[in-house]
């Protein structure tokens, strides 16, 4: 039999079949008095005929002939050409990405196959003979070029052996995945065998191997077979449609524009607390909890929402308000009001947060929506809400009291007077200045990003006491929103600040007219004991470009952010379920089509870090997605390593208790003695914050939120009292020779 099977295929000139089946049943054919052979597969069958092939006929692969592999042009005329076929066969229309090294190709193992049919019918391949075919397949042209068609790769030039490794990414990968398929697998697929076999003995060409290379492509990059699908997935150019709630309401739209200290955010929250129903939105826990605090105390019962906290103002905790504090990212989409409050609208140009003021200021159910904010936002706005066929009312409004730029620099922290306020961009020149102050015997308030809720709230209740000694402030930019503080003048220590370029780097450059605005600002606050505010520098050559800021008006907004969501990945996991969540998202950013009049695609770092992180703890796609939304600073070391274990007990449906989480956190703490004791606390209160933002979204899993809440309030006090005794953590981290980065 096994005679039978080589001397009926030994002529055999062609075989095209695609895509082959590993599992193939082979059948004798008798037709005419000829023998045939059909080697049947799912769904294809291939003849191996007796009858030998022209030196010229044309392979049809998908439409596309092999006289286009060789060089030569389709004759029309023939039936064989391509355009006979490509009514049935048509090359899949894909459009080829210069993003190509994003697609990590699927590893594949060598075929197990153990029923050697191929040996059977051809005799055993000379790997060497095989090696040969491969490297010459792989040196035409005229490969590249059909392979371009079929989406491997774009049709570019290259100078160089790097370029030309960038432009065919995808054929380079594809071939050398074939190439070891072919070598270390124990026996091809049959079919794959008699091609080889007939190249060897010169029964066929080299470009016959095309349809198998290709159908290998698309195993290891399944991208190919769906491109058209994801690109729709990743359509972004109408964000106003998602919010077909919304858009069933022509909104009436009120953009109160002015400065800082101007009562813009006074008039909006007024139609707030008077309406029947209402939903502010912010961008900080202090603002989202200073007006839910506000609307209560005036008799309009509010609750607050933010993503670690929920708090209600009914008695019995469960019975939801009609309106509502919360920070922007907790907004719903489907919940309707009478009004809607989105506080510094200027947000959308955020690179990492843009996409929730774009989600908010499209996606509320209002029928009257308020945006406060900067005038730069107005024109961008407008564009936007042109999509939705809503107009926008404008009120502009005028700073409430005066704002004067000193002539001179302060030049020595000698010459800080009661009132003032240091601005400064990192922490160590917070503690550097701090410790100059408190060694000529004058008492400092303290304000950071990385403090507490509760400490900032403190620190600045210290500096506002008429009848407390701290009469300055040290701070960060974070006292530009959420604080109340009775400053009479504000000195910026330095003018540079490390900002995020578009590439998502971190570099330091001077800080913008909005910034610049926003914290000299906070100087001569309406309703304070100053009626007038002052700005200069401690640097005499600052102090002409901070006035050239201040005399400037910020830069209208061009775009607003944008972001994937939950349901977006999750079906490009669908299509690309060997790809990980971060290369998901990396070809999501790749592939999108954004408006890029109106938007642009917000930084992804954070997420793809938090991503990477937890790559290799099983989760659901879904849960790892929430997981990879956490709110956390990357740049602290024991956050990120909770938020590990926080994964990994998640993945073993072991709930986390408060009982683990002490143990882990090593509760209860010691008071801080050096500064980085006081780091350290603010790590663990940050892990409690991650705690209670993750229980919010796996209840069953993190089953303690109130107990750790109440833990938390214990920590911060422990927190203030260090940071009150700022000063003297600085002298035990010098006596004890360590440095805080």
């Not at 936002?377 to 004067?404: M, N, Q």
């Not at 005499?540 to 972001?563: I, R």
């Given at each position: 039999?096994?005679?039978?099977?080589?001397?009926?295929?030994?002529?055999?000139?062609?075989?095209?079949?695609?895509?082959?089946?590993?599992?193939?049943?082979?059948?004798?054919?008798?037709?005419?008095?000829?023998?045939?052979?059909?080697?049947?597969?799912?769904?294809?069958?291939?003849?191996?005929?007796?009858?030998?092939?022209?030196?010229?006929?044309?392979?049809?692969?998908?439409?596309?002939?092999?006289?286009?592999?060789?060089?030569?042009?389709?004759?029309?005329?023939?039936?064989?050409?391509?355009?006979?076929?490509?009514?049935?066969?048509?090359?899949?229309?894909?459009?080829?990405?210069?993003?190509?090294?994003?697609?990590?190709?699927?590893?594949?193992?060598?075929?197990?196959?153990?029923?050697?049919?191929?040996?059977?019918?051809?005799?055993?391949?000379?790997?060497?003979?095989?090696?040969?075919?491969?490297?010459?397949?792989?040196?035409?042209?005229?490969?590249?070029?059909?392979?371009?068609?079929?989406?491997?790769?774009?049709?570019?030039?290259?100078?160089?052996?790097?370029?030309?490794?960038?432009?065919?990414?995808?054929?380079?990968?594809?071939?050398?995945?074939?190439?070891?398929?072919?070598?270390?697998?124990?026996?091809?697929?049959?079919?794959?065998?008699?091609?080889?076999?007939?190249?060897?003995?010169?029964?066929?060409?080299?470009?016959?191997?095309?349809?198998?290379?290709?159908?290998?492509?698309?195993?290891?990059?399944?991208?190919?077979?769906?491109?058209?699908?994801?690109?729709?997935?990743?359509?972004?150019?109408?964000?106003?449609?998602?919010?077909?709630?919304?858009?069933?309401?022509?909104?009436?739209?009120?953009?109160?524009?002015?400065?800082?200290?101007?009562?813009?955010?006074?008039?909006?929250?007024?139609?707030?607390?008077?309406?029947?129903?209402?939903?502010?939105?912010?961008?900080?826990?202090?603002?989202?909890?200073?007006?839910?605090?506000?609307?209560?105390?005036?008799?309009?019962?509010?609750?607050?929402?933010?993503?670690?906290?929920?708090?209600?103002?009914?008695?019995?905790?469960?019975?939801?308000?009609?309106?509502?504090?919360?920070?922007?990212?907790?907004?719903?989409?489907?919940?309707?009001?009478?009004?809607?409050?989105?506080?510094?609208?200027?947000?959308?140009?955020?690179?990492?947060?843009?996409?929730?003021?774009?989600?908010?200021?499209?996606?509320?159910?209002?029928?009257?929506?308020?945006?406060?904010?900067?005038?730069?936002?107005?024109?961008?706005?407008?564009?936007?809400?042109?999509?939705?066929?809503?107009?926008?009312?404008?009120?502009?409004?005028?700073?409430?009291?005066?704002?004067?730029?000193?002539?001179?620099?302060?030049?020595?922290?000698?010459?800080?007077?009661?009132?003032?306020?240091?601005?400064?961009?990192?922490?160590?020149?917070?503690?550097?200045?701090?410790?100059?102050?408190?060694?000529?015997?004058?008492?400092?308030?303290?304000?950071?990003?990385?403090?507490?809720?509760?400490?900032?709230?403190?620190?600045?209740?210290?500096?506002?006491?008429?009848?407390?000694?701290?009469?300055?402030?040290?701070?960060?930019?974070?006292?530009?929103?959420?604080?109340?503080?009775?400053?009479?003048?504000?000195?910026?220590?330095?003018?540079?600040?490390?900002?995020?370029?578009?590439?998502?780097?971190?570099?330091?450059?001077?800080?913008?007219?909005?910034?610049?605005?926003?914290?000299?600002?906070?100087?001569?606050?309406?309703?304070?004991?100053?009626?007038?505010?002052?700005?200069?520098?401690?640097?005499?050559?600052?102090?002409?470009?901070?006035?050239?800021?201040?005399?400037?008006?910020?830069?209208?907004?061009?775009?607003?952010?944008?972001?994937?969501?939950?349901?977006?990945?999750?079906?490009?996991?669908?299509?690309?379920?060997?790809?990980?969540?971060?290369?998901?998202?990396?070809?999501?950013?790749?592939?999108?089509?954004?408006?890029?009049?109106?938007?642009?695609?917000?930084?992804?770092?954070?997420?793809?870090?938090?991503?990477?992180?937890?790559?290799?703890?099983?989760?659901?796609?879904?849960?790892?997605?929430?997981?990879?939304?956490?709110?956390?600073?990357?740049?602290?070391?024991?956050?990120?390593?909770?938020?590990?274990?926080?994964?990994?007990?998640?993945?073993?449906?072991?709930?986390?208790?408060?009982?683990?989480?002490?143990?882990?956190?090593?509760?209860?703490?010691?008071?801080?003695?050096?500064?980085?004791?006081?780091?350290?606390?603010?790590?663990?209160?940050?892990?409690?914050?991650?705690?209670?933002?993750?229980?919010?979204?796996?209840?069953?899993?993190?089953?303690?939120?109130?107990?750790?809440?109440?833990?938390?309030?214990?920590?911060?006090?422990?927190?203030?009292?260090?940071?009150?005794?700022?000063t003297r953590l600085l002298k035990n981290t010098e006596s004890s020779g360590t440095v805080e980065s």
């Open positions: 039999m096994n005679c039978f099977y080589r001397r009926a295929i030994s002529d055999v000139s062609r075989v095209s079949t695609f895509p082959y089946s590993n599992s193939l049943k082979t059948s004798n054919l008798v037709r005419n008095g000829k023998t045939q052979l059909c080697f049947s597969t799912s769904s294809h069958c291939i003849f191996a005929k007796s009858k030998p092939r022209p030196k010229n006929s044309v392979l049809q692969v998908k439409g596309i002939s092999h006289n286009l592999l060789r060089g030569k042009k389709d004759d029309p005329s023939s039936p064989s050409s391509s355009t006979s076929t490509s009514s049935v066969l048509t090359p899949p229309s894909i459009t080829p990405s210069s993003n190509s090294h994003l697609f990590i190709p699927v590893l594949l193992k060598p075929n197990a196959e153990t029923n050697n049919v191929g040996t059977e019918l051809t005799g055993k391949l000379n790997k060497q003979e095989v090696l040969k075919i491969l490297n010459k397949f792989f040196r035409r042209s005229e490969v590249k070029l059909i392979s371009v068609e079929h989406g491997l790769d774009s049709m570019n030039t290259y100078d160089t052996i790097q370029q030309y490794f960038s432009v065919y990414y995808l054929f380079h990968q594809a071939f050398i995945s074939f190439r070891r398929f072919c070598l270390e697998s124990e026996n091809l697929p049959v079919d794959l065998h008699i091609i080889f076999s007939d190249i060897i003995n010169q029964a066929g060409h080299v470009d016959d191997i095309f349809p198998y290379f290709l159908r290998h492509a698309k195993q290891i990059f399944p991208h190919l077979d769906c491109m058209d699908d994801l690109k729709k997935i990743s359509d972004l150019r109408s964000p106003a449609n998602w919010y077909p709630e919304a858009r069933l309401l022509i909104r009436r739209v009120i953009f109160h524009a002015g400065p800082t200290n101007s009562g813009k955010t006074f008039q909006a929250l007024e139609k707030f607390m008077t309406a029947k129903s209402g939903v502010y939105c912010g961008p900080l826990k202090l603002l989202a909890s200073e007006v839910y605090h506000k609307a209560n105390e005036k008799g309009t019962p509010c609750d607050l929402v933010t993503g670690e906290e929920r708090l209600m103002a009914n008695p019995d905790g469960e019975t939801p308000s009609p309106h509502v504090a919360c920070t922007v990212e907790m907004t719903s989409s489907n919940t309707p009001y009478e009004v809607g409050v989105i506080d510094e609208i200027q947000m959308l140009r955020d690179p990492q947060r843009g996409w929730a003021w774009t989600r908010a200021l499209l996606g509320l159910v209002v029928e009257e929506l308020h945006l406060c904010g900067e005038l730069a936002a107005i024109e961008l706005v407008k564009s936007i809400l042109i999509t939705t066929g809503e107009e926008v009312e404008v009120f502009k409004y005028k700073r409430l009291t005066d704002l004067d730029i000193e002539k001179r620099a302060l030049g020595s922290l000698d010459n800080v007077k009661p009132g003032d306020c240091i601005v400064c961009f990192s922490k160590n020149d917070i503690y550097s200045v701090s410790r100059q102050i408190e060694k000529k015997g004058r008492e400092v308030a303290v304000i950071y990003g990385g403090l507490p809720p509760g400490t900032k709230l403190a620190q600045a209740q210290k500096f506002n006491d008429p009848e407390n000694p701290c009469k300055i402030l040290v701070a960060t930019d974070a006292i530009g929103m959420g604080l109340n503080l009775s400053i009479r003048r504000v000195i910026f220590y330095s003018i540079i600040k490390p900002v995020m370029n578009e590439k998502g780097e971190r570099e330091l450059d001077i800080i913008s007219t909005s910034q610049a605005l926003q914290i000299a600002g906070r100087a001569g606050r309406y309703g304070t004991q100053y009626e007038k505010g002052l700005v200069t520098t401690f640097r005499a050559e600052d102090l002409p470009t901070l006035a050239e800021l201040l005399s400037d008006s910020p830069e209208d907004l061009v775009k607003a952010g944008l972001h994937p969501t939950a349901d977006q990945i999750e079906m490009y996991a669908y299509q690309l379920p060997s790809a990980t969540l971060s290369n998901l998202m990396d070809i999501f950013v790749s592939l999108c089509t954004v408006d890029h009049s109106l938007y642009f695609m917000c930084n992804v770092d954070d997420f793809k870090f938090l991503a990477d992180m937890i790559q290799h703890v099983p989760l659901p796609l879904r849960a790892r997605y929430v997981f990879c939304c956490a709110p956390i600073n990357r740049k602290m070391p024991f956050v990120c390593a909770m938020f590990l274990k926080f994964a990994r007990q998640y993945s073993k449906n072991d709930p986390i208790s408060y009982e683990w989480l002490c143990s882990h956190v090593g509760w209860p703490p010691k008071a801080p003695h050096t500064i980085l004791d006081l780091v350290h606390l603010e790590s663990v209160f940050d892990v409690f914050d991650l705690y209670l933002w993750l229980s919010y979204r796996f209840q069953d899993l993190f089953p303690d939120p109130l107990v750790v809440r109440e833990t938390q309030k214990e920590l911060d006090k422990v927190i203030q009292l260090g940071v009150f005794n700022i």
